[in-house]
């Protein structure tokens, strides 16, 4: 068994037993899936699925966002995500009137910063692509938001995240670690990015990653870090520039907040935290525990500052954020080693012979 017991709560030791079970019931799935007894469909135009192997934050959000922006002015593009923890169910559609509660606050996070793209909800991806392409016909490229692990669709492009701090090589299936899938499924992927390095990864270790994730000839790795933009406010807009006097009460609502927690140590006089789930809904109560945590700091220079995630779960208390110093702070992934071209123009690549062979045919 290749995990690190360290690395795991021994409350989730104890879990080991339930583990072995999960473990044996993907492992069914997936050999089901590789022998044709469940089958995978295709479509007819480019689908590039983004994901990853555990569960828990890998920097899939920021991903989708980069692709965006890097292929939407070549191509009409349509995000296509589950919407976890919406209160609605099955296909929609993001419109003028959708929120977070009906179709999840990652897709409404996509919605709001592009709202020319194509944002859809549906957790059947098989049932919900074809309900997109009938409303949206002019779509181009699909990508598939967090469904490496949902074989019923067959992507063109899988692109695989990892988190450098927790490798999926040194991970242990559920409950016990933190992968839902096999470890070997990795092969699956085409591209592998190893997210949220530390900006001065050496080459050394670099090589050092690439032979631990050791891929199979027709993948490519690439390594990036998470840069983040300058924090606006939640409600005006107006920006302000985190520095060694200001005092921040940081609120998240995300699986892995320690990177940003990094960031604030380095860039701040210091932080104070309220930590929430993954994916938590605020309530005003919520609202205002905050609101008596932040004028219980004593310093002139402070702010509230959170995540581009919680801040759509948090907008529709508009009026009592308004006169709040209530930040939100950007972020984006950074290809290092100079490689951003060289990912870019790998998927621009599928896309292009992909359309070429369709429209040849």
């Known amino acids: 068994m290749n995990f690190n017991f360290p690395l795991l709560k021994p409350i989730r030791i104890l879990l080991f037993p339930f583990s072995l079970v999960y473990a044996l ?16 469909a295709s479509f007819n135009l480019p689908v590039i699925c983004i994901g990853n192997l555990v569960v828990g934050g890998t920097g899939k959000s920021p991903m989708v966002e980069f692709l965006i922006k890097n292929l939407n002015d070549d191509f009409s593009i349509a995000v296509l995500s589950r919407g976890y923890k919406r209160k609605t169910r099955g296909y929609a559609l993001a419109d003028e009137a959708s929120t977070a509660l009906d179709i999840g606050d990652e897709p409404m996070q996509f919605h709001i910063k592009f709202p020319d793209v194509v944002v859809a909800v549906g957790e059947e991806r098989i049932v919900a692509i074809p309900q997109l392409l009938h409303d949206r016909p002019g779509t181009k490229v699909i990508i598939l938001d967090d469904a490496f692990q949902h074989r019923s669709v067959k ?24 992968l839902r899938d096999e470890k070997k499924s990795y092969r699956r992927s085409d591209i592998i ?41 939640i409600i005006s807009k107006s920006q302000y520039v985190v520095n060694e006097k200001t005092e921040v009460l940081l609120v998240t ?9 990094q960031y604030l140590l380095n860039r701040s006089k210091t932080y104070y935290e309220i930590a929430y789930n993954d994916h938590y809904i605020f309530t005003i109560d919520d609202l205002n525990d905050i609101v008596k945590r932040f ?66 045919d």
């Open 155 to 178: 992507a063109g492009l899988n692109i695989l995240l990892t988190d450098y701090s927790n490798l999926f090589t040194r991970d242990w299936f559920l409950p016990t670690g933190d």
């Open 295 to 360: 004028n219980n700091i004593k310093a002139a220079n402070k702010i509230i500052l959170t995540t581009e995630k919680d801040a759509v779960r948090l907008t529709k208390f508009q009026q009592e954020l308004s006169g709040l110093p209530f930040y939100v702070i950007p972020i984006e992934p950074k290809f290092l080693f100079d490689e951003e071209k060289k990912f870019i123009g790998s998927i621009k690549t599928f896309i292009t012979h992909f359309l070429k062979n369709k429209y040849k």
């Open 193 to 233: 990015v190893v997210t949220k390095c530390k900006e001065d990864l050496s080459s050394q270790e670099r090589l050092e990653l690439i032979r631990e994730i050791d891929p199979i000839a027709r993948q490519s790795i690439f390594f990036s870090t998470i840069e983040y933009g300058t924090a606006y406010h």
């Open 25 to 40: 019931i993907i492992m069914i799935r997936n050999w089901c899936f590789d022998k044709n007894i469940l089958s995978s």
């Open 253 to 261: 609502g995300i699986a892995n907040p320690e990177q940003l927690k």
